[in-house]
């Protein structure tokens, strides 16, 4: 299974139960069409990269709702290739591109070479390594992982478990890391936030990106979001990792370290809600 790609329009199919149209489309619709498909008709776009590329604007599922109404009503061409077994990926590009092929074909190729289960099970693997190194610069000791207790208190409610448990102070944050392009899934969100007060812990959510209201929905938990926007890729793929960026324009990376002032965010944070008595 590739977890980073779905096809968009199975994601707007999901998306119609549970939230109403918002007008951001409209907006979004304009966006996309004036800084993609006119400024830049040549080129050829799949999903979750025009996701990511204008995260800071639009949430995820307004940009996947925007393209799927682009497309409907054939503002822009698209198509659905298959990536590997039932993983397919959808492509969008401009009415005026008519050598849009090749180009599509290309951009399948080199999603492959990053989707593959082994690299995506590496990317997480790697970022809960870097963290861990990360956070114990700043004090915080990782005391388990892949938590399904907490000093005698069981999660029994379904079978996920937190990442790892961190600890400074006395004080004790439930962790999950999340390496992936993709937000974490709300319904998983809140499983982690309730297996979190269940154990009498803070919940830590280290992301990639999340949208404002996860974010929100973390600190009224009494917990915090430490949002590092970089994916980081394991040493050995700076060659992979530059081909995407220049490619697709996604913020992918190979750092040898996490810096010190992404967790020292998170130590300030810890250290003003230990003064006010919180956690």
């Known amino acids: 299974m590739m977890p980073e790609i779905d096809d968009e329009w199975e994601y707007l199919d999901e998306l119609d139960d549970e939230r109403p149209r918002d007008t951001k489309i409209d907006e979004a619709k304009e966006v ?3 800084e993609l498909f006119e400024q ?12 990511v590329l204008f995260e800071r604007r639009f949430f995820h599922w307004i940009i996947a709702r925007a393209l799927g109404e682009l497309a409907r009503s054939g503002a822009v061409s698209s198509t659905e290739m298959v990536l590997e077994g039932r993983t397919r990926v959808r492509f969008y590009w401009s009415t005026r591109n008519r050598y849009w092929r090749r180009k599509a074909q290309a951009a399948r190729r080199l999603i492959l ?3 593959k289960p082994s690299f995506c099970r590496g990317l997480g693997h790697h970022a809960e390594t870097m ?7 700043v004090g915080f000791m990782p005391t388990s992982e892949n938590v399904r207790s907490n000093r005698g208190v069981e999660w029994v409610e379904t079978g996920h478990d937190l990442d790892m448990v961190f600890e400074r102070d006395k004080v004790a944050y439930g962790t999950e890391i999340k ?6 899934a709300r319904e998983e969100l809140q499983i982690k936030l309730r297996m979190c007060k269940r154990f009498g812990i803070g919940p830590l959510f280290i992301m990639r990106m999340a949208p404002k209201s996860y974010i ?3 600190r009224q938990a ?4 430490l949002i590092f926007e970089w994916q980081l890729y394991p040493h050995g793929n700076e060659e992979l990792a530059r081909r995407v960026r220049e490619r697709f ?4 990376d190979c750092p040898r370290a996490i810096e010190r002032g992404t967790v020292e965010r998170f130590l300030r944070w810890h250290l003003r809600d230990l003064g006010k008595g919180g956690v």
Do not use: K
């Open 131 to 137: 963290f861990t190194a990360a956070l114990a610069t």
């Open 179 to 184: 390496n992936s392009l993709d937000y974490i």
């Open 216 to 218: 929100e929905e973390i």
């Open 40 to 51: 830049s008709p040549e080129q050829v776009y799949y999903g979750r990269q025009v996701e």
């Open 249 to 252: 324009g996604l913020r992918v």
């Open 222 to 225: 009494g917990g915090y979001s």
């Open 32 to 34: 996309l069409m004036g």
């Open 113 to 115: 070479e990053y989707s």
